[in-house]
């Protein structure tokens, strides 16, 4: 199948030094009885450098999850792909079973799930799953070893070894999701793919979430961040929070122990974090490509922001300029910043479109109040903008990570009073 845009612009040229996953042209599209089909992800171009966290970020059924599902080779039988995403010479596209079952999940791709709880083996203990795991993964042989290399993996996501022998049952929603990171680890896999890793968890779990995934990206292990949870109080703070605070944090305006898990780099880290999240590739040599809808926990641990919209990046941008000044240039990803409840909190009016019926030009036209008749063509992808008439840009010069940044001039129009 081919792309049905072009994606200039959007991740040019080839994957630069550095590059730990390569994604040029990904279309998934699902044909459906009747000669009906889905267009869940189309012309998606995008890298993730080691020591970087991209986070892709759009409404529920933009395709964000079947992108990640494209990336493990978990799309269903009646999913069609184009395109490649490369990783350690491996096209994940093009992959057979065998080889994702042996090479790459695990491996090359470690992925920490959406559902935790649910991902781990309810019968079993997370002595016993991480046992499982680094014997295959890592090859360890023996009891005694077997138990010393499952707890190494324990600590290294920060899971109390006094909990290695309860059940999922048992643990609390940020436990878990350290159980799971865990098990993510254990094949240090280059890629860390998180896909919507904080849902149903409350504010506080997000943010040492978000922290604890953002120090294995940076190297700093889990030693910085070893929290004090040990028990099955899943709520504990999470509820004055807030906005305000969280803000403040992810600004850098928190402290060490705030919020009472003794997470220095977390709490203090946010955006004044920078400087350790943007090492020269970052002593881990890992990388993180994050998937949700929760834009707060975006803003808190990515280096650059990737917006989805009807199955394309519509933005790709640097996390600073997106979330601070002078902000995204989309109009939807504008809309996605206003209806947060700390910002303006004003939705962004209608609904998406159904991927099985995507209007010809501009898929998000018909709630933007910048439309003009120019946008009944579809918008080209222009320095990791696709729209005919953004808003205004930082200015000239490359972003960090070959991020495009410059400013794109509006496509001329002589019905447009926006550009
Ligand atoms: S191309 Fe037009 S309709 Fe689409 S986001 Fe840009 S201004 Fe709005």
Same mark, same amino acid.
């Given at each position: 199948m081919g792309a049905a845009a072009t994606a200039e612009g959007t991740a040019p040229g080839a994957a630069g030094p550095g590059t730990v996953l390569s994604v040029r042209g990904l279309s998934v599209r699902f044909r459906l009885a009747r000669g009906r089909r889905v267009d869940a992800v189309t012309d998606v171009n995008l890298d993730v450098a080691a020591?970087?966290?991209l986070v892709l970020v759009g409404e529920s059924g933009c395709g964000k999850s079947v992108l990640a599902s494209a990336l493990l080779g978990l799309v269903p039988a009646n999913a069609e792909t184009a395109g490649s995403a490369r990783i350690a010479g491996l096209d994940l596209l093009t992959a057979d079973e065998r080889t994702l079952a042996r090479r790459v999940r695990g491996r090359l791709v470690g992925l920490v799930p959406q559902s935790p709880a649910a991902h781990l083996t309810p019968v079993r203990t997370i002595r016993s799953q991480l046992e499982e795991t680094v014997a295959e993964l890592a090859a360890v042989r023996g009891r005694t070893a077997l138990r010393a290399a499952a707890e190494a993996a324990a600590a290294r996501a920060?899971?109390?070894?006094?909990?290695l022998d309860r059940h999922p049952h048992q643990l609390s929603g940020g436990l878990a999701q350290r159980a799971a990171t865990a098990l993510a680890l254990v094949g240090d896999a280059p890629l860390l793919?998180?896909?919507?890793?904080t849902t149903g968890l409350d504010r506080d779990?997000?943010?040492?979430?978000v922290d604890e995934l953002r120090r294995h990206v940076a190297g700093t292990g889990a030693a910085a961040g070893a929290g004090?949870?040990?028990?099955p109080a899943p709520d504990s703070g999470g509820r004055d929070g807030g #906005?305000?605070? $969280?803000? #403040?944090?992810? $600004?850098g305006g928190g402290g060490p122990g705030q919020g009472g898990d003794g997470d220095a780099a977390g709490r203090g880290g946010g955006r004044e974090a920078?400087?350790?999240r943007r090492g020269p590739g970052g002593p881990s040599g890992r990388a993180l490509l994050m998937i949700t809808h929760d834009l707060a926990a975006a803003e808190r641990i990515a280096d650059r922001v990737a917006v989805m919209y009807a199955g394309r990046i519509v933005e790709l941008a640097d996390a600073t300029a997106f979330f601070g000044t002078p902000g995204p240039r989309h109009p939807y990803s504008r809309g996605l910043l206003r209806a947060l409840p700390d910002r303006d909190f004003v939705p962004i009016p209608g609904t998406p479109p159904e991927l099985g019926d995507l209007p010809a030009g501009c898929a998000f036209a018909p709630r933007c109040d910048r439309a003009t008749g120019l946008c009944a063509t579809p918008p080209p992808v222009t320095g990791g903008l696709a729209c005919h008439h953004p808003f205004p840009g930082p200015g000239p010069g490359p972003g960090p990570g070959g991020m495009a940044t410059e400013t794109v001039p509006a496509t001329p129009?002589?019905?447009d009073a926006h550009a």
């Open positions: 020591g970087e966290c920060a899971f109390p070894a006094d909990h793919l998180a896909d919507e890793p779990l997000v943010d040492r979430t004090t949870e040990t028990g #906005a305000g605070r $969280r803000h #403040a944090a992810a $600004r920078a400087a350790w129009d002589p019905e």
